[in-house]
């Protein structure tokens, strides 16, 4: 009566699977990346706070003159610094201290042809929630959140 055979159903639903799996082993980072969150690796605490509660960023890359990243700022870092200097509550030292200072770690990125999969093994792996996405030469054009990966990889596994 139109049903067919289990067999038939079975490799339909492989050929399915397979083509979609492999959809999602291509998606690239270059093509779901956000805009960067940029300071240069100049610029003082001061404008580091600044700008993070201007705009409400919970991480900035520092990047020098070639836009290359010398590091990453989380928020939580900031915080943990200003704690520091709570016995001086102006904010006159944070003018003197450089942004460079309150990284912690050196950026982890991907290249922008990374497949989207590999990047979030990085994030997952590292426990990050960013990652920021480089050209050819190592200049800073994008980055990746874990929020950018529920958007796009669960078409692929659905």
Not at 20 to 25: L, P
Not at 60 to 76: M, Q, S, T, Y
Not at 111 to 125: I, S
Not at 130 to 148: C, M, N, Y
């Amino acid at each position: 009566m139109g049903i067919l055979p289990k067999k038939r159903i079975d490799s339909k639903l492989r050929q399915q699977s397979s083509s979609r799996s492999q959809a999602a082993r291509n998606l690239r980072c270059s093509e779901v990346m956000e805009e960067p969150r940029i300071i240069k690796a100049t610029s003082s605490v001061s404008m580091v706070i600044h700008h993070v509660t201007e705009n409400e960023w919970d991480h900035v890359f520092l990047i020098d003159e070639n836009k290359l990243p010398v590091g990453r700022i989380h928020a939580v870092d900031l915080l943990k610094m200003v704690d520091l200097k709570r016995v001086n509550r102006d904010m006159v030292w944070a003018e003197a201290i450089p942004a460079t200072q309150c990284v912690s770690q050196p950026p982890l990125s991907v290249k922008e042809n990374t497949p989207l999969l590999k990047a979030t093994v990085l994030m997952l792996t590292h426990d990050l929630n960013q990652l920021a996405v480089v050209d050819f030469e190592g200049a800073i054009v994008g980055t990746i959140t874990p929020s950018i990966v529920a958007r796009h990889l669960p078409r692929y596994i659905l």
